[in-house]
Structure formats: C-alpha cells, structure tokens
C-alpha cells in the first residue's frame, strides 16, 4: 500500500504575512539600490525627529533608534516621508516649529520613492551596505521558494534530469 504524502498545511494568514514581509523587505532593499544608481538630490526639511537610546552595550551604529519625518518640494509639488533606523547619531529632540535641512534622495520619475541621503547614498552606505541590499532581494526569493514548497519540487526536477536512462540489458546467448 502507497504511503501518502503528509502536505504542509500552513494556514493561509500566517502564509500571506510571511509573504508580506518578504515582499516588503525585497522592495526597501531595491528602493534604496534604485536611489543609489538613479535618485536625484533635493534639500529636504525634517519637521520631526527622535532619538531613543535603546543599548548602550550595541555595536557600531546600533544603539539608538532614529525617527524622522520629512518633507521636500519637486517641480512644485510637496512630498513627505518617515524613516526609522538604527543609529548612533543623537540630535536634540526638534521643538515645536522647528526644523533642520537634509539632503533626500529621490526618483525623478517616481518622487513617492524617496530616502534621506544618509540610507540610500552608496558613498555613505559604502561596499557592505550595497552588499546588503544586493543580497536581500536573493535571500528573499531564496525564503519565497522555500515557504511554498518550490524549492523541494525543483530538487526533484533536477534529479529526476540527472538520471541518465539505463543501459538497455545484453542477451548472454548472443555474441556481438
């Protein structure tokens, strides 16, 4: 009697976050590799800032959690943003009405894809930076193939390639 095979029956919510994050990670790390390669610079101004040390035992700019809300004007129209990242920079907190200028990258054909200078700027993201965001793309799709179970049917499809039919059997009365 054939076995049956025993499906990974993963609930469909928990797959479609899975997939969300996946799906978001690859867009930021492409985002920011698209604003390296293709973004134009523009004075932004930052209306809201943060810094919250969260350990002061983290490596190099890890120990403090940075929020930024900013805002830049394109060909007349304004656009805004918010970042949150981890870093060693500690500003003091904005007071009401105040404001501060960062260079903001952007796409000049989309302007809804936009960074402070500071994330996506390859001289400032420098050789791991652009490494990371190259890998992450991969990695992701790598995790994709995984989760839906792709990855076990491509392995069976190149092993099943890798066979080399068999030789066909010689008959021991005939000489040949």
Request: hydrophobic residues 35%; contains cysteine; proline residues 6%.
């Amino acid at each position: 009697m054939p076995k049956k095979k025993k499906r990974n029956n993963t609930p469909l919510p928990i797959l479609i976050i899975i997939y969300a994050v996946l799906l978001y990670a690859t867009y930021t790390s492409l985002s920011t590799l698209a604003l390296g390669l293709w973004g134009d610079t523009v004075m932004g101004t930052i209306d809201s800032y943060d810094s919250r040390l969260d350990n002061t035992n983290a490596g190099e700019n890890r120990s403090r959690t940075v929020s930024k809300g900013y805002y830049f004007n394109v060909n007349g129209k304004e656009y805004k943003g918010y970042v949150i990242y981890f870093s060693d920079e500690a500003w003091p907190r904005l007071e009401e009405g105040e404001t501060r200028s960062e260079r903001i990258l952007y796409l000049p054909f989309l302007p809804y894809i936009n960074k402070p200078s500071l994330l996506a700027d390859f001289d400032e993201l420098g050789v791991p930076g652009i490494l990371y965001h190259m890998f992450i793309p991969v990695g992701c799709t790598f995790l994709f193939l995984l989760v839906t179970g792709r990855l076990n049917r491509l392995k069976l499809k190149i092993k099943k390639r890798g066979k080399k039919p068999g030789q066909p059997k010689r008959d021991k009365n005939t000489d040949i």
